[in-house]
């Protein structure tokens, strides 16, 4: 958690001695995962995960899906890619953001069900303030329900709202 403070406060060099400190300690630190249950079978997504069958399906609508999300004003927060800016482009941040746990289940979910059903997908950490924002925009453009059940409460996306009242 440390590191990942440092990171969003752009304290490059202290987030690095942080992680340099848990390697020599032999500390792991637990990866954001969320899962998604579709037809009795539990499907699970790490961020920048490719080891799903249908991972390349999952990024060309996910792809689609940015675009359409740009149009109506989505603005990819770049923050949350903890890394940093002098060492990443603009670019792979974004593409970082998009491949976030979340992100991915939701896109899985939004192709491997029927067009209306509400879609769950529970996460092990907080949900990041980019996938909130992202996951509003993709309930409005898809017009479907999305609930994401994070560590602190249950965030029910619909229409572009969250339950949470963008407060989390």
Same mark, same amino acid.
């Given at each position: 958690?440390?590191?990942?403070?440092?990171?969003?406060?752009?304290?490059?060099?202290?987030?690095?001695?942080?992680?340099?400190?848990?390697?020599?300690?032999?500390?792991?630190?637990?990866?954001?995962?969320?899962?998604?249950?579709?037809?009795?079978?539990?499907?699970?997504?790490?961020?920048?995960?490719?080891?799903?069958?249908?991972?390349?399906?999952?990024?060309?609508?996910?792809?689609?899906?940015?675009?359409?999300?740009?149009?109506?004003?989505?603005?990819?927060?770049?923050?949350?890619?903890?890394?940093?800016?002098?060492?990443?482009?603009?670019?792979?941040?974004?593409?970082?953001?998009?491949?976030?746990?979340?992100?991915?289940?939701? =896109?899985?979910?939004? !192709? +491997?069900?029927?067009? %209306?059903?509400? *879609?769950?997908?529970?996460?092990?950490? @907080?949900?990041? $303030?980019?996938?909130?924002? =992202?996951?509003?925009? !993709? +309930?409005?453009?898809? %017009?479907?329900? *999305?609930?994401?059940?994070?560590?602190? @409460?249950?965030? $029910?996306?619909?229409?572009?709202?969250?339950?949470?009242?963008?407060?989390?």
């Amino acid at each position: 958690m440390l590191s990942n403070m440092y990171a969003s406060a752009s304290r490059w060099e202290e987030a690095a001695n942080i992680k340099r400190m848990m390697r020599g300690r032999g500390v792991k630190k637990k990866p954001g995962c969320s899962w998604i249950e579709i037809d009795k079978k539990v499907h699970v997504f790490v961020a920048e995960d490719t080891s799903h069958p249908m991972i390349k399906e999952i990024h060309v609508y996910m792809e689609e899906l940015l675009r359409k999300m740009k149009q109506a004003g989505y603005v990819p927060d770049i923050r949350w890619a903890l890394v940093n800016a002098d060492e990443v482009e603009r670019n792979e941040k974004e593409r970082r953001l998009l491949n976030h746990s979340e992100k991915l289940a939701v =896109a899985f979910g939004l !192709i +491997s069900t029927e067009e %209306g059903v509400p *879609i769950l997908i529970v996460k092990n950490l @907080r949900i990041c $303030c980019d996938c909130h924002n =992202a996951i509003k925009h !993709i +309930s409005a453009i898809t %017009g479907r329900e *999305i609930t994401v059940r994070d560590t602190h @409460r249950f965030h $029910c996306f619909k229409e572009g709202q969250c339950s949470c009242r963008d407060y989390w």
